[in-house]
């Protein structure tokens, strides 16, 4: 027979769960490892105990400190109403589960929980005191709501900074300031409101989605392409969030396309993909700034003759970004225009003195500058700055048989021209020499005296080449 009882008694047992003492082990671990900072291991250890003996109290209180100490209010409010309904007398869990509900903007719920802990202790001081704050939070809630229906946003913003300082974890209230944040016109302040709201509800789409669209219209579309995809994990039927999601991604991939194309150095292609940003989303003036902005680059970076232009239409959306202003200046540069080069570089610098590639830009304008008032091999040749070698001969070959002195009579005409040829002459060499067209292209002049090493008189030829010497750049010319 006590063989039977023991049989029943271990059967019993492994239905119902732990013994006393495996529960008490587990009770014992919690502790320990709540102690340690180890929450998750702690609250293993407390769900075990609570399904072992679901009829104590302190067990259900116990796994409600984990759950705050791990930031989880929400899930300690079962657990300390679950404790309550044990044992209505315990005003731990009653002021603790108060306190949760003053934190969550719940302030009727948590005064009936400061009075019954002040109906059994009247003299309780944190129960008083805690009482005294939901009155001022609801007092100050009512006052939120009355600005806020009259439309003055700024007010409402005010009173909501006492009302979350006092209910951090009230998602309304966040949610109605970010509305407010939004008419006042500070996307950014919204989007930090929103964001702390999303974990607050369970199932909060709307601060997802409102979110995504608040950094689309910011022109942050990965950090909206990521919100929306949040919305789309509570529900992936959400019409509202699945119509956004499929432009956001549309867009950020022309977007990120476009940028890979640059780095490619295939131009032509990376303009098309930005006007494509531009059809797809005509009607944030972020997109279009950035596409406008970013063709200005493109252009330049391919020699157009397109590229003053546009920069300049793209400079009119954004008079002060340092970056279309950069590439004005070295469309400026293609065009031999030095002077607006140089102003260009200057406007930029006001706005980022510290920028080093402004600074070296401006430096290379201005040697241009100084350069081209004294002789510009490029103006010379008739050739534009991005010409290649090719071009730089056929243009010499030209120009050198108009203006060889063999084809002059008088003296003065023949002195003007060998001055002319001389400069042609010096020009081809200059540009068809990789090392000494970069010099002139970083506005130094590699045949000025000054910049010669030593210095000193008369004109050094490259190569020890004289255009009068030797058959090579001798024409003859024969008159019919």
């Not at 005003?91 to 003053?102: D, H, P, S, T």
């Not at 031999?336 to 402004?358: C, G, I, P, S």
């Not at 008032?373 to 490029?378: E, F, L, N, P, T």
Request: one cysteine or more; proline letters at 3%.
């Amino acid at each position: 027979m006590s063989c039977n009882v023991q049989v029943t008694c271990l059967f019993i047992s492994g239905v119902l769960g732990a013994t006393p003492v495996e529960i008490e082990h587990h009770l014992e671990m919690g502790r320990k490892l709540l102690a340690a900072g180890q929450l998750a291991e702690a609250l293993s250890h407390y769900h075990s105990a609570v399904e072992g003996d679901s009829k104590n109290y302190l067990t259900y209180y116990k796994r409600a400190a984990v759950f705050l100490a791990m930031g989880k209010s929400k899930s300690a409010l079962p657990d300390l109403s679950q404790a309550i309904q044990l044992k209505p007398d315990f005003l731990a869990a009653r002021l603790q589960r108060g306190n949760i509900l003053l934190k969550q903007g719940n302030t009727e719920e948590a005064r009936e929980d400061f009075l019954a802990v002040l109906n059994r202790s009247p003299d309780h001081e944190e129960a008083h005191d805690q009482l005294h704050k939901a009155d001022d939070l609801e007092l100050l809630q009512e006052e939120a709501h009355e600005a806020h229906h009259r439309g003055d946003y700024f007010t409402t913003v005010q009173v909501l900074e006492k009302v979350i300082e006092l209910s951090p974890w009230d998602p309304e209230s966040r949610e109605l300031r970010a509305e407010c944040y939004i008419r006042l016109g500070d996307p950014r302040k919204a989007i930090m409101d929103l964001t702390p709201a999303t974990r607050l509800r369970a199932d909060n789409r709307a601060a997802f989605l409102k979110l995504s669209q608040l950094h689309y219209s910011l022109g942050d579309h990965h950090d909206s392409l990521s919100q929306v995809r949040e919305c789309l994990k509570l529900d992936q039927d959400d019409k509202e969030c699945f119509v956004h999601y499929k432009q956001v991604k549309k867009l950020s991939k022309q977007l990120d396309s476009a940028e890979e194309l640059i780095l490619e150095q295939r131009y032509q292609e990376a303009t098309e993909k930005y006007e494509s940003v531009m059809r797809t989303e005509p009607n944030v003036a972020f997109y279009t700034n950035k596409a406008k902005e970013r063709i200005c680059f493109c252009l330049v970076k391919s020699g157009s003759g397109e590229a003053v232009d546009i920069c300049s239409e793209a400079h009119q959306r954004e008079p002060q970004n340092i970056h279309i202003l950069r590439d004005r200046a070295e469309a400026y540069i293609l065009q031999q225009e030095y002077e607006k080069a140089v102003e260009d570089y200057q406007e930029a610098r006001e706005f980022d003195q510290e920028n080093q590639e402004l600074r070296e830009g401006l430096e290379r304008a201005q040697k241009l500058l100084k350069q081209s008032r004294k002789r510009d091999y490029y103006k010379i040749l008739g050739v534009s700055r991005s010409a290649n070698k090719q071009e730089i001969i056929k243009a010499y070959r030209k120009l050198a048989q108009q203006w060889h002195p063999d084809n002059f009579q008088s003296e003065a005409d023949k002195k003007e021209a060998e001055k002319k040829f001389i400069d042609i002459a010096s020009a081809k060499e200059v540009l068809t020499n990789p090392e000494m067209r970069q010099k002139v292209d970083s506005g130094e002049d590699p045949l000025d005296p000054e910049n010669q090493q030593g210095g000193g008189g008369g004109r050094e030829w490259p190569f020890g080449f004289n255009p009068f010497e030797g058959g090579n750049f001798h024409f003859k010319f024969h008159q019919h």
